[in-house]
């Protein structure tokens, strides 16, 4: 005959590090359930220009040239992430608080893999050879074409590898290349491509909460869903291979 069997508190699940909620800015916009696209205005994506001296110069200079502010938009449509748990219920019934945090728990993983869909059709760049010249030619471009600090995604993988190779370090709770380049480290990303990207902020809803208990299953149903959308800067994304 089998003994009794004691219900004890579950392993504490430790918060996750290295991943999108230590780079991007998470903003509160509870009016994204109802949208179809954003867009913001950004100041430019453009480097100063140079001309000569206008009062020494031999040959007039051309006129100045003007770019405006820029209109632009989340990298794709705003979209629901949602996390559900049905049990049968209890006298202490905790089941919406459960579908809570497993939504916060697990949101960057699903947001980090449409990042890296986005990603992928950026501008190639030379493959680097290995994880290193992967992130030179990224950094190195960055520098070149992006006017902010951009960041790096990057499989969880190809973060092991780098910090083997010391090109990356955690700078209190972010990983930072040698340039102070956050990384994103996740394992949503395939191995084999590092990717510069403009600044990230990720615009969310609050938390929508429901549940509900079914009076002829005896059954406790809860919901957890919030809406986001991801904007990336100046549109901004490259990409270079680890391999040769």
């Not at 070149?144 to 499989?155: D, E, F, Q, T």
């Amino acid at each position: 005959m089998a003994g009794p069997i004691i219900e004890v508190t579950a392993p504490a699940r430790v918060a996750r590090e290295g991943g999108l909620a230590d780079v991007a800015e998470f903003r509160l916009n509870d009016r994204l359930g109802a949208a179809e696209g954003l867009v913001f205005q950004s100041d430019g994506c453009t480097f100063p220009r140079s001309e000569p001296n206008r009062c020494i110069a031999e040959t007039p200079p051309a006129d100045k040239t003007f770019d405006g502010i820029e209109i632009e938009g989340a990298i794709g449509a705003p979209f629901t992430l949602y996390s559900a748990v049905a049990c049968y219920a209890g006298p202490d019934p905790d089941f919406a608080e459960r579908a809570r945090r497993l939504l916060d728990e697990g949101r960057d993983r699903p947001l980090e893999d449409a990042l890296e869909t986005w990603a992928s059709a950026g501008t190639a760049l030379p493959n680097g050879g290995d994880v290193v010249g992967a992130v030179a030619a990224v950094e190195q471009e960055l520098d070149s074409n992006y006017l902010g600090r951009g960041v790096l995604l990057m499989s969880r993988a190809d973060a092991v590898r780098a910090d083997a190779a010391g090109i990356v370090e955690k700078v209190g709770d972010q990983i930072q290349t040698i340039n102070g380049t956050p990384v994103i480290a996740s394992g949503m990303v395939t191995p084999g491509t590092v990717y510069g990207l403009g600044s990230i902020t990720v615009e969310h809803s609050s938390v929508i909460g429901r549940d509900i208990v079914h009076p002829t299953t005896n059954k406790h149903f809860a919901l957890a869903e919030a809406s986001f959308a991801v904007l990336v800067d100046c549109e901004f994304r490259v990409k270079s291979a680890t391999t040769a």
